[in-house]
């Protein structure tokens, strides 16, 4: 039998250099370790004592970044069981679990549910491509009032989508592509 098993590293902040396990799947796309450096470095004045929601958490690279990097809290919401059975592994590895909450649940159910205007500083949005993911929860952000004006939102997306459209009632702030992905910061 093949052993899966594949790795990533935090680049930054006090945990910089561990290592982080996942099995890679069809839809577990961890995002690269030079957009990581490019986004913690647009957010270097935003991210000590935020309070951060890892919508689509997959390995929790972006999440378990903000909190190495001095972030209050961080949410996971992961739906893959097999992901969310390493997610709370690695975030007990790096002894998060103080400043964690990792919930195995689908985030647009999730996001739906909610009813107040969320408390965070900053959302990570980076779902498996090619589902209309990030439509979807634009939309459910927007007509349920769910962020507050200030929030940092970044989102990764497949190559081909125009966020800065598709998110048009938000600023954008930053955007880059790679050679098949386009990201952005988006500010509410």
Not at 112 to 138: A, C, R, S, V
């Amino acid at each position: 039998m093949v052993n899966r098993k594949k790795s990533l590293k935090v680049i930054g902040g006090q945990h910089k250099g561990r290592i982080l396990e996942f099995e890679p799947t069809k839809d577990l796309r961890p995002t690269s370790h030079k957009t990581r450096e490019t986004l913690f470095n647009w957010l270097i004045r935003d991210i000590e004592n935020s309070i951060c929601l890892d919508l689509f958490a997959g390995t929790g690279a972006l999440g378990i970044e903000a909190l190495s990097r001095k972030a209050k809290s961080g949410t996971f919401l992961e739906k893959d069981k097999n992901n969310f059975i390493k997610l709370k592994k690695n975030v007990a590895t790096l002894h998060l679990e103080a400043k964690s909450r990792v919930e195995m649940v689908n985030s647009l159910s999730w996001l739906k549910k909610q009813e107040n205007i969320l408390d965070f500083d900053i959302l990570f949005i980076d779902p498996p491509f090619g589902y209309g993911l990030i439509n979807k929860i634009y939309l459910i952000l927007v007509e349920q009032k769910l962020i507050k004006n200030g929030t940092l939102i970044y989102i990764e997306a497949e190559k081909n989508l125009n966020l800065k459209e598709i998110c048009h009632d938000w600023k954008e702030i930053k955007n880059k592509t790679s050679s098949q992905t386009t990201y952005s910061l988006f500010i509410k």
